[in-house]
């Protein structure tokens, strides 16, 4: 399967504001083998490490992660977790702008993207996937501006153009 990125909207099949039940009837995601339920009616799907974790809140779907064991995932005919990190970086910073570092993490706070494991901000380096035994790499897809992290205008910018 083929889970494109679409910032603002979704990944792949999966469309911001889906319910529980609209997911699970989706063919490749059935049930949830775990579900978690958080405060202010956040509920969090868990389905494996091959398919991406779907959270919802009081509006249905609101975020999707997924994991570097999640095949098939793309931005712009881009591979994810098979191109080079920092082409995918460069990628993302060329039509979205330059990333904020939010907890580790690239965001792209306009477009609701979190790119996680790819770059190091205390090493300064990118994930280099034949040399780096440790891939953590993800990306989380959300609604902009409710990506659940602190990602505000007085965070580093940072840009790799």
Not at 29 to 58: D, F, N, Q
Not at 136 to 155: K, Q
């Amino acid at each position: 399967m083929i889970w494109t990125v679409h910032p603002g909207r979704g990944l792949g099949a999966l469309s911001f504001g889906m319910t529980p039940e609209d997911v699970q009837s989706h063919p490749d995601l059935g049930r949830p083998g775990h579900v978690y339920r958080g405060s202010r009616g956040r509920v969090m799907e868990y389905r494996g490490l091959s398919v991406p974790i779907c959270e919802y809140g009081p509006n249905g779907l609101n975020c999707i992660i997924a994991c570097r064991k999640v095949m098939g995932v793309r931005y712009q005919g881009a591979s994810l977790f098979e191109a080079d990190p920092k082409a995918v970086v460069k990628l993302m910073e060329t039509q979205l702008g330059p990333a904020r570092l939010c907890q580790e993490q690239l965001c792209f706070p306009g477009a609701g993207l979190l790119l996680g494991g790819f770059f190091d901000p205390h090493e300064q380096c990118f994930f280099h996937p034949e040399s780096d035994y440790q891939d953590e790499r993800s990306i989380t897809v959300c609604i902009p501006g409710a990506c659940g992290t602190a990602c505000v205008e007085e965070l580093e910018m940072v840009s790799f153009l």
